[in-house]
């Protein structure tokens, strides 16, 4: 299972230009430290970022693996705090997030497939099999 760096444990440790040197853009930083919810720190928001396109970027033959972290765990914790953190933001505020989780989800969604056997209550990138 691929492992985090330590620096990436703490997340309060980032600075404005870390956060967003990840990608995470500045307009979209400020308005998740406006709102001052608990998981969803830019900090935070701006690693889950970078995990989300690490998944993305995995060629097919890393994500078709059997029992593969990379879609099974990290990819869908990701995403999800990322999902999070776009139902919580406005719609201009979050605009240049959005964006570029169309991009990476687009991507995502080219090198798996949809898992018929998944519960559908779950949300759609955890209901994703690799080819």
Known sequence: MPRRRPNRLRPADLTADQV?????????????ARLGQPGLEPETVAL??????????QPVSILSGPLNDWIEFI????????????QALNRR?????????ARLDAEFERKTRHNPLSDPRLPWWSRRWSH
Do not use: K, Y
């Not at 853009?25 to 308005?31: D, E, I, M």
């Not at 889950?48 to 970027?57: G, N, P």
């Open 75 to 86: 990819g869908p914790s990701a995403r999800a705090v990322l999902d999070e953190a776009d």
């Open 48 to 57: 889950e970022l970078q995990a989300w396109r690490d998944v993305v970027r």
């Open 20 to 32: 967003e040197e990840i990608g995470l853009p500045a307009v979209t930083a400020q308005a998740l």
């Open 93 to 101: 505020d979050g605009a240049p997030l959005r964006r570029e989780l």
